[in-house]
């Protein structure tokens, strides 16, 4: 119980040199409106949406589905209601920028979905990977700044949706799911058949 208290006393001594140092007017603004895309996933999930409409791109999109609703599964449903850690904003007494969310605080779902679809699509494309990477990265950090998240409930988030994407990709691999989706749709010639 000892160990838990210290990192939680390390948790708040970085959220709160956030907010001594780093908070400024520009993030209280871009920061609740980063936390508000990441909430429930929804950019990702709007994301993966529109690589559906597309042949090439109609893997990943399941792929970032199937990755994040497993990491909502494992943290949101599972661990959170086990733990039951209380928010760093339920602790601290500070001025808010954002309503006080009512679920538990470990794991970080925002992190957790953004990781999740960032590392999918990473995995499919540099190209765009590093982009999503940032923005998961932002959605990540505007926890912290939103003081809504422990340092450490971000970082297992990120860990659990790295995991939860390297997963959904390994088994779409071994089973040539990809492939298989990628061929749905496509109109075979007449003498290919044959």
């Known amino acids: 119980m000892e160990f838990f208290n210290f990192v939680t006393q390390i948790d708040i001594a970085i959220l709160n040199f956030i907010r001594e140092f780093l908070r400024c007017t520009f993030f209280d603004v871009t ?21 559906l409409f597309f042949r ?13 609703l497993l990491g909502y599964l494992i943290g949101e449903v599972a661990v ?24 538990y605080s470990f794991p970080s779902g925002h ?15 540099k190209h765009f990977g590093i982009p999503a ?6 959605i990540a950090f505007s926890r912290l700044y939103n003081y809504v998240h422990y340092p450490t409930d971000v970082l297992c988030g ?15 691999k071994k089973f040539k799911l990809q492939e298989k989706i990628d061929k749905l749709g496509v109109r075979r010639d ?3 058949i044959s």
Not at 133 to 138: F, N, P, R, W
Not at 158 to 172: E, P, Q, R
């Open 80 to 103: 959170k209601n086990i733990v039951c850690r209380v928010r760093p904003c339920y602790i601290v007494d500070i001025q808010m920028i954002v309503s006080k969310p009512r679920s």
């Open 190 to 192: 007449k003498n290919e």
């Open 133 to 138: 990477l940032v923005l998961a990265s932002l």
């Open 56 to 68: 090439k791109t109609r893997s990943w999109g399941i792929m970032l589905l199937l990755a994040m």
């Open 31 to 51: 920061m609740p409106f980063l936390s508000a895309i990441g909430e429930g996933g929804i950019v990702w999930i709007v994301i993966s949406l529109i690589m």
């Open 158 to 172: 990120i860990i659990l949706g790295v995991l939860c994407a390297l997963i959904v990709c390994y088994l779409f």
């Open 111 to 125: 992190s957790c979905s953004s990781f999740a679809a960032a590392t999918v699509i990473l995995k499919m494309n």
